[in-house]
């Protein structure tokens, strides 16, 4: 079988080594990858500046995929959230979070997910496979030609996912309804179960000639495997680090989320302290409330402890409710007293508003079209 390749799935050096081993230029692969990322072109007739007869010789060795959305659903606060048919038949789902005329895109890295979470919808779900390259690059790619066509209203207050807007220190501070500004792979699946494709997806993101989005706005969130942390780091050693810690006892972390049978708080938090981040960047700990399991102060205080020798920042996110599910919300005072806590003793802590609650969008709550 002669199967044409999917050039999406390559970042620009991978395209300079397909395109020369079939003989061409170097500069070729360059001109190429603006056409897709920056043009967003969908076949090679479009890329004027290519000769015909190379186009037409690409066209027979190479194809680049797209995404469209099948459904776009929105909810009262202004989150979108996209439902991609792929190929094979599988969905996922990407959230857009628009606030103050700041987009912060949320995607998914695989269909269903591995890592078995007790509270987490799509944890009860496990894994159908791993999303390609181009099938997360596709998802921005998406909902970038949604926000041209459709710019969401001027939407104001909530918390956004993690807050990468170090604005203080930041000169290209434009806010666009129309463009994506933050990244974030915390929709279906666990990013680190998929590194193979995660990375290069990743490195199309944060290339100037591809989708030209800053490292220190690309967020990869982990239910914490080790390992895979510290491939990243290695490999893309600016992006930023969100830990879905949840937990502040080996004991409960190991029953709700089996991860840590393998990998314990104590190894976890190493591999936190060892992940290299640039200069005043931290690692965002999210911590899931939930009513009586895990929301007290004595949680809250070891929470302190656990993360106190890490540049950190919490995300407080109050459990979502979902079918099937026996966790319970916490209250508004517990959420209330352990964010209270935290900032008393000068932990940066922003707690989540549900936003996209509506349309099932929120935080664990995404399942494509999976069913049990
Ligand atoms: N697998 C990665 C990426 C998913 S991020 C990770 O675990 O980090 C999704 C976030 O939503 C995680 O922080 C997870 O702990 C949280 N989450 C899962 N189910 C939830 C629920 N029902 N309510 C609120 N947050 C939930």
Redesign the pocket.
Known sequence: MNEKTDLKNMTLSALEQFLQGQGKERFRALQVFKWIYQQDAHGFEEMTNISKALRSELAETAFISNLQAEAIEEGSDGTRKYLFNLEDGNSVESVLIPIEGRNTL?IS?QVG?A?A?E?????TFKLTRNLSASEIVNQIMAVKRDLVRNPPALQTGGAALVENDDDENDYGNEVSPTAIRNI??????????NLDNVIPAIQIMIDGNGLQLSNRRVTV????LVPEMERLGREIPNVNL???L?ATTDELRNRIMPVNRSYPLKELLKACREFPLPGRRKVTF?Y?MMGGVNDSLDDAKRLLKLICDIPNKV?L??????EG?D?KAPTQAAVDAFHKYLIDRHVTVITRD?RGGDISA????LKGKLSK
């Open positions: 949320c890295s997910c890592m979470c509270f987490c919808l799509t944890g974030v792979l915390m929709g279906m699946g666990e990013p680190l179960h969130s982990t239910c914490g969100a830990v879905s949840n999210e899931v995300n996110i109050p459990f979502n409710e979902h599910c966790f549900s929120a935080c664990g709550q």
